[in-house]
C-alpha cells in the first residue's frame, strides 16, 4: 500500500487503475474500510464485489502454451509498460484492460535484413518484444518505444482499408506514435544498431527472462483463476500497485 499522510492528517493514496472509474459509492467504502478495516463489513463487501467484476473484465491468459515472461535480464517490460500506462496512455484502457506483455521466445533468426522488435496480437491482446532487446546494450528508451508502438495497435482500432484489410499504420496511429518524447532518437537508434541487432538474433545470443506478469498485476497474480480472498490480502497484490 502506497500512502502518505501530511500534517494535516490527510491521506494521500496511489491506487489500482480498477479505481479510476469507480462511482463514488465505492471511493466512500475504500476511504471507510481505510478507517475502519474489516469492521466496516457492509463497505467491504461492496469492495469484494466491484474488485471481483473489475478481475473478471481482465483478459484470459493467451492459450498457446507460451509462458508469459515479463521480466527480462536487462529490462522490465512491466515496469516499462507501467509508465507508458500513466503517461501517455493513461485514457486509452480505461474501460478496457491494457494487453499483456511478455519477451518472445528464445531462439535463432533467420532475419538478414530487418527485425520485427515487437508485435502486437489482437486475437490474444498480447505484446511480445523481441528478446534481443533484453540487452545491457539496449536503453531502456528505446525498449519503451518499441512498447509505446505496440500499444498503439492495442490502443487504436483504425478499421479496414477499401480491400477489406486491416489498417495498422494509418494517419492516426503516425501522429500518436510522433508525440514519443524519443521518436527521431529511437528511430535514429534503430538505424544505426539494427545491423548488430540482426547479428545477435541470428546467433541467439539473447538474454534469458524469467516471471510472467500482466500490467497493473503483480507476478504472483492469476487473474482468469482468481478466487475472492479477504480484502487485506486483496489490497497487497491488486489495490496498490508495486512502487
Not at 515487437?118 to 528478446?131: E, F, K, N, Q, S
Request: net charge positive; hydrophobic share 35%; glycine share 6%.
Amino acid at each position: 500500500m502506497r500512502a502518505t499522510r501530511d500534517g494535516e492528517g490527510t491521506w494521500r493514496l496511489r491506487l489500482h487503475r480498477f479505481f479510476a472509474t469507480a462511482p463514488e459509492q465505492i471511493l466512500l467504502d475504500l476511504a471507510t474500510w481505510l478507517r475502519s478495516g474489516r469492521r466496516a463489513r457492509a463497505a467491504c463487501e461492496r469492495l469484494d464485489a466491484h474488485i471481483d467484476a473489475c478481475l473478471a473484465e481482465l483478459p484470459a491468459r493467451p492459450k498457446r502454451g507460451q509462458t508469459l515472461s515479463s521480466s527480462g535480464t536487462a529490462h522490465d517490460l512491466n515496469t516499462l509498460v507501467g509508465e507508458l500506462l500513466a503517461g501517455p496512455f493513461a485514457g486509452d484502457f480505461s474501460s478496457t484492460p491494457p494487453p499483456w506483455v511478455t519477451w518472445g521466445r528464445r531462439g535463432r533468426s533467420r532475419a538478414r535484413h530487418t527485425l520485427r522488435l515487437g508485435t502486437y496480437t489482437r486475437a490474444d491482446h498480447l505484446v511480445r518484444i523481441h528478446p534481443v532487446l533484453d540487452r545491457s546494450s539496449v536503453p531502456a528508451w528505446f525498449v519503451s518505444f518499441v512498447l509505446h508502438h505496440e500499444l498503439l495497435h492495442a490502443a487504436l482500432d483504425q478499421g479496414r482499408s477499401n480491400d477489406g484489410h486491416r489498417i495498422h499504420h494509418g494517419p492516426r496511429f503516425r501522429e500518436r506514435e510522433r508525440t514519443h518524447r524519443d521518436y527521431t532518437r529511437a528511430l535514429a537508434w534503430e538505424k544505426k544498431n539494427l545491423p548488430r541487432l540482426i547479428r545477435a538474433a541470428r546467433a541467439g545470443t539473447v538474454a534469458g527472462s524469467s516471471s510472467a506478469t500482466a500490467p497493473g498485476a503483480t507476478q504472483a497474480a492469476e487473474p482468469a483463476q482468481y478466487r475472492p480472498t479477504p480484502l487485506t490480502r486483496l489490497a497487497q497484490s491488486f489495490l496498490f500497485p508495486r512502487s
